[in-house]
């Protein structure tokens, strides 16, 4: 169970902002918010992650809502190079290692 | 800088046949290491994880298993594979402490059963 919600598929034109949703109503108060994303045949790269406040770094911004039942990953100007699976998780602690629960991720397309 | 090699990079295995998957870490010291398995058009889905040597915790009932004899190596096993143990198995590492965030995955192996 992913416990997180995220659109199928997206579309961005180059050179424009794209925002991806994702749901996570369950989220419990420890559990953290990654964004992974993956190109086909590769494993999956770290994009960005938080606990309650908006996070930004070189790749991206992370918008998290005030009751932390939903965020929004933003990608502040869409490259080719962006056009991967996106993938929105639960992160929590077990011990000293961080457990991931993929969902399904938004597939997102970005148009020359 | 810090690397992580899987071998093989694709294997076609027949059923009931043994499995053995290798992950090496090299550039760090006592990480927290992962094995993971993608389903076609799914999401990773993690079988194991590990936090020291011989320390391994399963998180999916399953047909496989999981060893760390060395720090930086980590091996995933079989007896007899089953159909259903087709997909991208793909392993990860991360640090120990306050920033063990981040995951770094490795280039997976593609394993298919026939």
Same mark, same amino acid.
């Given at each position: 169970?992913?416990?997180? &919600?995220?659109?199928?598929?997206?579309?961005?034109?180059?050179?424009?902002?794209?925002?991806?949703?994702?749901?996570?109503?369950?989220?419990? @108060? &420890?559990?953290?918010?990654?964004?992974?994303?993956?190109?086909?045949?590769?494993?999956?790269?770290?994009?960005?992650?938080?606990? &309650?406040?908006?996070?930004?770094?070189?790749?991206?911004?992370?918008?998290?809502?005030?009751?932390?039942?939903?965020?929004?990953?933003?990608?502040?100007?869409?490259?080719?190079?962006?056009?991967?699976?996106?993938?929105?998780?639960?992160?929590?602690?077990? @011990?000293?290692?961080?457990?991931?629960?993929?969902?399904?991720?938004?597939?997102? &397309?970005?148009?020359? | =800088?810090?690397?992580?090699?899987?071998?093989?990079?694709? +294997?076609?295995?027949?059923?009931?046949?043994?499995?053995? +998957?290798?992950?090496?870490?090299?550039?760090? =010291?006592?990480?927290?290491?992962?094995?993971?398995?993608?389903?076609?058009?799914? /999401? +990773?889905?993690?079988?194991?994880?590990?936090?020291?040597?011989?320390?391994?915790?399963?998180?999916?009932?399953?047909?496989?298993?999981?060893?760390?004899?060395?720090?930086?190596?980590?091996?995933?096993?079989?007896?007899?594979? +089953?159909? =259903?143990?087709?997909?991208?198995?793909?392993?990860?590492? =991360?640090?120990? /402490?306050?920033?063990?965030?981040?995951?770094?995955? /490795?280039?997976?192996?593609?394993?298919?059963?026939?």
């Amino acid at each position: 169970d992913a416990k997180t &919600t995220q659109p199928n598929s997206m579309e961005s034109n180059e050179e424009e902002p794209v925002h991806l949703p994702c749901n996570h109503s369950t989220i419990s @108060g &420890t559990d953290y918010i990654h964004w992974y994303r993956q190109l086909p045949s590769q494993g999956p790269e770290y994009v960005i992650h938080g606990l &309650t406040s908006n996070v930004n770094n070189r790749m991206a911004s992370l918008a998290i809502a005030e009751d932390r039942k939903s965020s929004t990953l933003i990608l502040h100007r869409a490259t080719l190079r962006d056009a991967a699976v996106y993938y929105c998780i639960r992160a929590f602690s077990s @011990g000293s290692a961080r457990q991931l629960t993929f969902g399904s991720g938004t597939q997102l &397309t970005v148009l020359p | =800088s810090q690397t992580i090699h899987q071998w093989p990079a694709t +294997l076609v295995q027949p059923v009931g046949s043994p499995l053995s +998957l290798e992950c090496t870490v090299e550039g760090t =010291s006592n990480p927290n290491l992962y094995w993971y398995r993608q389903a076609a058009g799914r /999401g +990773l889905q993690l079988l194991f994880y590990s936090v020291g040597i011989g320390q391994i915790s399963s998180e999916v009932p399953q047909n496989l298993s999981a060893s760390r004899p060395q720090d930086r190596q980590f091996i995933l096993s079989s007896k007899k594979l +089953l159909l =259903s143990d087709s997909g991208f198995y793909l392993c990860a590492w =991360s640090v120990v /402490g306050p920033s063990r965030d981040e995951q770094f995955f /490795g280039p997976g192996t593609r394993l298919t059963v026939l």
